[in-house]
């Protein structure tokens, strides 16, 4: 692995941990995207920070 793959590897996790985020809304959490309310954590099986966890995992294998 080059030293752009590293730098790009590196980018695409920020990205993914800006892209994703847990907010406060109402006395719940919410998944955000992009800082847009997408749904309650509630809504989800798994606790809160092991789906976010996934999905920012599945972001970055989609954007490598």
Do not use: H
């Not at 590196?10 to 892209?19: G, L, P, Q, V, W």
């Amino acid at each position: 692995m080059g030293i752009f793959d590293k730098y790009r590897q590196k980018r695409t996790r920020s990205e993914a941990d800006e892209t994703f985020q847990v907010k406060e809304y109402e006395g719940g959490l919410w998944l955000t995207f992009n800082g847009g309310l997408v749904c309650p954590f509630s809504m989800i099986k798994q606790e809160p920070v092991e789906a976010l966890k996934a999905m920012r995992e599945l972001y970055i294998k989609r954007n490598e």
